[in-house]
């Protein structure tokens, strides 16, 4: 192993290659950002669990992003659990909410099943959003089947439907820390002989198929208990790989009184005109980071009268009390 200074804070994404073949990994540990977005909200444990772990698998992908905006992940549901959203940019800028039936009840150890695809209709959708959109342009989203019994199983189901590319993902999550590794076999750049191209592709088989092997002896207890540092060291002692300058993701909520007038523009204005009138005023509570917004009648009057088209706003960006 080379490279092997690694930072000691505690929110860490680590990037490695594995030398002389076509496959990468990552491992995060999150910790302050995790507590962050627990602190807004009171989840059931089985729901916790679940965001925390594509809190972990969000950062992970983006981290392989090549363009400047965010990935979106979502899981739409039927069942106790109607939403889970986290969002995360090209700097590892992290915000998550989950909205719940109101009367949902979950054990401890619910299965993504159980929470949200009792009747089949549970979703899986990532969204990739520039942050430099022309006018007019819409963000690339994927959906597919909710199809698994955890985070990764679904994630990684995704990425071999939608992007056709072998990724294999251990993740877990606890009140304190969320944590992943990430494998991903990567395609070959062309430009060789046949019998080179064979040469290497059978070089890039041998080692993914070892590097999953070595990842599939990591038990979530010990993925929780152990920090990524001393991870990346026990599973890959043997191989030889280059380890990059850390990344250390963050909490961030986007959520601004632009934007929230804009979800208000997007409603109507006959429904706000009769929200307002029924309430008087309308107050919007960010669901990501619980900010307030309050709007009176003038300030949606002035919502209405500007000529300034309306932007898509991503899902559960805020409720109106």
């Known amino acids: 192993m080379t490279n092997e200074v690694m930072s000691t804070s505690r929110d860490t994404l680590q990037k490695f290659i594995f ?15 995790w507590r962050e977005i627990q ?7 089985a729901v916790r669990s679940a965001l925390g772990e594509m809190v972990a698998a969000s950062a992970l992908l983006s981290a392989n992003l090549k363009f400047n905006g965010a990935i979106v992940m979502q899981i739409f549901g039927d069942g106790p659990v109607r939403l889970l959203v986290v969002e995360c940019d090209a700097q590892l800028r992290i915000r998550a909410t989950a909205k719940l039936a109101p009367d949902a009840e979950l054990p401890d150890d619910a299965s993504l ?52 590319m072998d990724t294999r993902l251990w993740l877990a999550a606890d009140d304190s820390v969320s944590r992943g590794l990430l494998l991903q076999k990567l395609p070959r750049h062309s430009g060789k002989d046949d019998q080179q191209k064979q040469a290497s592709e059978a070089e890039d088989l041998e080692t993914w198929n070892r590097a999953v092997m070595l990842g599939q002896t990591l038990k979530r ?32 909520c986007s959520c601004t009184r632009e934007k929230v007038g804009n979800m208000l523009k997007m409603l109507g204005q006959a429904e706000v005109d009769s929200a307002l009138a029924d309430l008087g005023e309308l107050g919007i509570n960010c669901d990501f980071c619980g900010k307030h917004y309050a709007f009176d009648k003038v300030d949606c009057a002035q919502l209405f009268a500007s000529d300034a088209p309306v932007e898509s706003m991503m899902p559960a960006s805020g409720s109106i009390n």
């Open 19 to 33: 030398d002389n073949a076509a496959v990468r990994g990552e491992l995060i540990e999150i910790s302050d950002t």
């Open 39 to 45: 602190a807004r909200h009171a989840y059931p444990k």
């Open 113 to 164: 099943t159980q929470m949200f695809n009792v009747n089949g209709k549970g979703r899986f959708v990532i969204t990739l959003d520039p942050a430099d959109k022309v006018p007019g342009q819409q963000p690339y989203q994927g959906v597919v089947p909710l199809t698994g019994e955890d985070m990764a199983t679904v994630i990684e189901n995704y990425m071999l439907r939608s992007e056709q």
């Open 221 to 252: 207890e010990e993925l929780l208990s152990t920090n990524i540092e001393i991870l990346l060291k026990r599973l890959f002692w043997e191989e030889t790989i280059r380890v990059f300058d850390p990344q250390h993701p963050q909490f961030h």
